[in-house]
């Protein structure tokens, strides 16, 4: 009787498989929900990896600046900028930012997530065809608004890039796989950023074949983009039943025409119809203002923009974006392009680990180490401008400082953010509630990298580091106030804790030996 409640208690999509003897073919079938079977996950890591393909490109647009101010502020170039101008170059990206965010919110649930993943692709080829054409001009002027109207679509892109990628992916998948492919998002952006600094290493003086060659990588990014299926949870709350049942099918792992009944499978198919039912039905009867005041939708909302607004603050973008010029003022006596080679290869092999690191920590831990590791770096690279003669003959120490950031920033603040706003929100509301968080989150993202000169020159840059470190102490204290664990949640189940302030009892296959709660947040 006992074990009879147990079962009724996971939900039909998160059962043991049952299958037909030609589908079972994996020994561990009957032990595996469907959707973890070898080629099921295969499926939906390729598509995940198409999708973020573009993602990679925005990574690209941020780290741009950091390998290119250098020959534009060159006033023996023929072509060069002052201080004011190249401070916009390399900040206007973000003033867009928020627009993305807006256009995201828009467009995520008219037109679904493979169209406007290949939307945000598409804005993002007309910025880079805008930077490699603006040379044509024989005005500098010309040359140089044409750069700004590259740079605020390259802007767009990326803000329109922070949620559908990863939407889709916690939508194609089960809860014991959703964090590692939801990371691909964090990953493609660290690998973008990782290969501008390459190009801006081997090719120092030539701007146009660095734009060139990032413009021919978003063409393939683009094209990678039509082999994807759309979500079938969003083709259920179009009324599309049967596209649906053809992308649920490639991403469980069946063949395409089917021979067997996989009782698993029209389990886990009527419940998302269920689910998609039920929001179409509260979202026909509501506006999006009434939508809002929902503490499902406004409470995640208020977190995610705060946890982006502290993800700004603490110079994780700034860091990125003027990572030669920091490495700089820090006193690196080494090639500073290097130590921004340097710093992408530890985001790199930092972003791989992160998946079995918020499984295995959860999301709460893993953000307040990070935010408090981050603050101890800066506060190390304060100490050495504060004190010269000491601390500042450690000639190791801002190398170290500046990787160890990179690294702590990798584990929560700068990926966190990122993958949890596609598990927070509810469908009916996912793209305009993760929208409206996008929009505030890039404002904040672009007066940081906008008065970071000014600061650094107010300031100074000890006292800056220290300013930054604040911020991060005081990120680490949010988080373990209000950011709720999510680790082994359906995205039923955390609804749910919006509208109620707890998790429900309900079990799953990932969460019935052991799931540990975190239950501090906003009690409605």
Same mark, same amino acid.
């Given at each position: 009787?006992?074990?009879?409640?147990?079962?009724?208690?996971?939900?039909?999509?998160?059962?043991?498989?049952?299958?037909?003897? #030609?589908?079972?073919? #994996?020994?561990?079938?009957?032990?595996?929900?469907?959707?973890?079977?070898?080629?099921?996950?295969?499926?939906?890591?390729?598509?995940?990896?198409?999708?973020?393909?573009?993602?990679?490109?925005?990574?690209?647009?941020?780290?741009?600046?950091? +390998?290119? *101010?250098?020959?534009?502020?060159? +006033?023996?170039? %023929? =072509?060069? *900028?002052?201080?004011?101008?190249?401070?916009?170059?390399?900040?206007?990206?973000?003033?867009?930012?928020?627009?993305?965010?807006?256009?995201?919110?828009?467009?995520?649930?008219?037109?679904?997530?493979?169209?406007?993943?290949?939307?945000?692709?598409?804005?993002? *080829?007309?910025?880079?065809?805008?930077?490699?054409?603006?040379?044509?001009?024989?005005?500098?002027?010309?040359?140089?608004?044409?750069?700004?109207?590259?740079?605020?679509?390259?802007?767009?892109?990326?803000?329109?890039?922070?949620?559908?990628?990863?939407?889709?992916?916690?939508?194609?998948?089960?809860?014991?796989?959703?964090?590692?492919?939801?990371?691909?998002?964090?990953?493609? *952006?660290?690998?973008?950023?990782?290969? /501008?600094?390459?190009?801006?290493?081997?090719?120092?003086?030539?701007?146009?074949?660095?734009?060139?060659?990032?413009?021919?990588?978003?063409?393939?990014?683009?094209?990678?983009?039509?082999?994807?299926?759309?979500?079938?949870?969003?083709?259920?709350?179009?009324?599309?039943? $049967?596209?649906?049942?053809?992308?649920?099918?490639?991403?469980?792992?069946? %063949?395409?025409?089917?021979?067997?009944?996989?009782?698993?499978?029209?389990? $886990?198919?009527?419940?998302?119809?269920?689910?998609?039912?039920?929001?179409?039905?509260?979202?026909?009867?509501?506006?999006?203002?009434?939508?809002?005041?929902?503490?499902?939708?406004?409470?995640?909302?208020?977190?995610?923009?705060?946890?982006?607004?502290?993800?700004? !603050?603490?110079?994780?973008?700034?860091?990125?974006?003027?990572? +030669?010029?920091?490495?700089?003022?820090?006193?690196?006596?080494? #090639?500073?392009?290097?130590?921004?080679?340097?710093?992408?290869?530890?985001?790199?092999?930092?972003?791989?680990?992160?998946?079995?690191?918020?499984?295995?920590?959860?999301?709460?831990?893993?953000?307040? =180490?990070?935010?408090?590791? /981050?603050?101890?770096?800066?506060?190390?690279?304060?100490?050495?401008?504060?004190?010269?003669?000491?601390?500042?003959?450690?000639?190791?120490?801002?190398?170290?400082?500046?990787?160890?950031?990179?690294?702590?920033?990798?584990?929560?603040?700068?990926?966190?953010? =990122?993958?949890?706003?596609?598990?927070?929100?509810?469908?009916?509301?996912?793209?305009?509630?993760?929208?409206?968080?996008?929009?505030?989150? /890039?404002?904040?993202?672009?007066?940081?990298?906008?008065?970071?000169?000014?600061?650094? !020159?107010?300031?100074?840059?000890?006292?800056?580091?220290?300013?930054?470190?604040?911020?991060?102490?005081?990120?680490? !204290? =949010?988080?373990?106030?209000?950011?709720? $664990?999510?680790?082994?949640?359906?995205?039923? $189940?955390?609804?749910?804790?919006?509208?109620?302030?707890?998790?429900?009892?309900?079990?799953?296959?990932?969460?019935?030996? #052991?799931?540990?709660?975190?239950?501090?947040?906003?009690?409605?």
């Amino acid at each position: 009787m006992k074990g009879q409640q147990e079962e009724q208690l996971v939900p039909p999509a998160y059962r043991p498989t049952v299958v037909g003897k #030609d589908t079972a073919k #994996d020994s561990h079938a009957k032990d595996k929900p469907l959707g973890e079977g070898r080629l099921a996950v295969l499926r939906q890591e390729l598509m995940v990896f198409l999708g973020n393909s573009g993602v990679l490109g925005s990574g690209m647009v941020v780290s741009m600046p950091s +390998v290119t *101010l250098n020959q534009l502020e060159d +006033v023996t170039q %023929p =072509f060069w *900028l002052t201080k004011d101008e190249s401070s916009w170059f390399a900040s206007i990206q973000n003033m867009a930012c928020p627009l993305g965010g807006l256009l995201v919110s828009y467009f995520l649930d008219r037109v679904g997530r493979k169209h406007t993943i290949l939307l945000t692709n598409l804005l993002g *080829l007309i910025g880079w065809i805008l930077l490699v054409t603006s040379f044509l001009h024989s005005d500098r002027d010309m040359i140089y608004y044409q750069m700004l109207v590259g740079r605020c679509f390259g802007g767009i892109m990326i803000g329109m890039f922070v949620s559908p990628v990863g939407v889709y992916s916690a939508e194609i998948s089960l809860p014991k796989i959703r964090g590692r492919l939801i990371l691909g998002t964090s990953l493609g *952006l660290a690998s973008g950023i990782l290969l /501008m600094y390459v190009l801006g290493y081997f090719i120092r003086h030539n701007i146009q074949l660095i734009f060139g060659i990032s413009c021919c990588y978003q063409l393939v990014a683009t094209l990678l983009v039509f082999p994807m299926p759309e979500s079938p949870s969003w083709l259920l709350t179009k009324g599309k039943e $049967e596209r649906a049942r053809k992308s649920l099918r490639y991403f469980r792992g069946l %063949p395409k025409k089917e021979v067997d009944y996989v009782p698993e499978f029209e389990a $886990e198919l009527a419940h998302m119809k269920e689910l998609a039912d039920a929001s179409n039905t509260t979202a026909a009867g509501e506006s999006l203002s009434q939508m809002i005041h929902r503490p499902e939708v406004y409470k995640p909302v208020l977190m995610m923009t705060t946890f982006f607004g502290f993800q700004q !603050a603490c110079g994780v973008v700034v860091i990125i974006v003027y990572a +030669v010029q920091i490495a700089q003022q820090a006193g690196v006596t080494i #090639d500073p392009v290097l130590v921004a080679v340097m710093l992408g290869v530890a985001r790199i092999i930092t972003t791989l680990f992160m998946g079995g690191i918020f499984e295995k920590w959860g999301r709460k831990p893993s953000g307040i =180490f990070s935010a408090t590791g /981050m603050g101890v770096c800066m506060l190390l690279l304060a100490g050495g401008n504060w004190f010269p003669d000491t601390v500042g003959t450690w000639h190791w120490l801002p190398v170290a400082c500046i990787v160890a950031h990179i690294i702590f920033s990798t584990m929560g603040m700068l990926t966190l953010p =990122f993958f949890m706003i596609s598990e927070v929100f509810p469908q009916r509301a996912r793209g305009s509630a993760s929208g409206i968080a996008i929009f505030f989150g /890039m404002i904040l993202a672009f007066v940081m990298l906008k008065i970071y000169p000014s600061m650094k !020159a107010a300031l100074g840059t000890a006292n800056l580091f220290a300013f930054y470190a604040g911020i991060s102490f005081l990120a680490a !204290a =949010f988080i373990g106030i209000f950011v709720p $664990e999510t680790r082994g949640r359906t995205l039923e $189940e955390l609804e749910e804790r919006w509208q109620t302030g707890k998790f429900s009892r309900r079990l799953t296959v990932n969460n019935l030996k #052991d799931v540990e709660l975190h239950e501090v947040f906003l009690k409605k």
